[in-house]
């Protein structure tokens, strides 16, 4: 993703959007490809965990450049700069900083999270028993170390989950 930039064409599309009852404002915003995607960036009264949510910390575009992708535009963010290592229960080779996406759909990201310690079943298939995450609801705190399967809990009406790995 690239950062925010009104010399690069990038937009505030909205001054006053709300994310969980937060303050903020939607973007249009670039992939590494140049597609444009929207965002939400915090309002300036907006402080910690509160300034992101799943998307915005998984896939690392609030650390980088302060904001955090919407859910409808994940799939072509995740189609552009990452890798499908598959569903949770084929995935192989799982390794930290890997992202699990919960699908609804096939185009609707229900919530996404961060591995920190992956641990795999003998058939080579992630463990989600024994999986440590980083993960946070909305604009909630964040959580680092869950039990990929209490997380799993959360998001029970999830069709699916995936993995992910960043295109180096």
């Not at 591995?115 to 999986?131: C, F, I, K, R, S």
């Not at 029970?156 to 992910?164: C, F, L, P, W």
Request: with cysteine.
């Amino acid at each position: 993703m690239q950062p925010f930039d009104l010399t690069s064409g990038d937009q505030i599309l909205n001054q006053n959007a709300l994310a969980n009852n937060a303050s903020g404002m939607n973007l249009s915003v670039r992939t590494d490809l140049g597609t444009r995607v929207e965002a939400w960036r915090p309002g300036p009264g907006v402080t910690g965990d509160e300034r992101f949510f799943c998307h915005g910390y998984a896939l690392g575009t609030f650390g980088a450049h302060m904001y955090t992708v919407w859910g409808r535009f994940l799939p072509q963010v995740l189609a552009e700069e990452y890798e499908a290592l598959g569903r949770v229960d084929i995935a192989r080779n799982v390794a930290a900083r890997d992202v699990l996406v919960w699908w609804l759909g096939a185009t609707d990201a229900y919530h996404s999270a961060v591995v920190e310690q992956p641990v795999t079943l003998p058939t080579g298939a992630l463990d989600l028993a024994q999986t440590r995450v980083s993960s946070k609801t909305g604009t909630g705190p964040l959580w680092v170390g869950l039990l990929a399967d209490d997380v799993k809990q959360q998001y029970r009406s999830a069709a699916y989950i995936e993995v992910y790995r960043r295109h180096p």
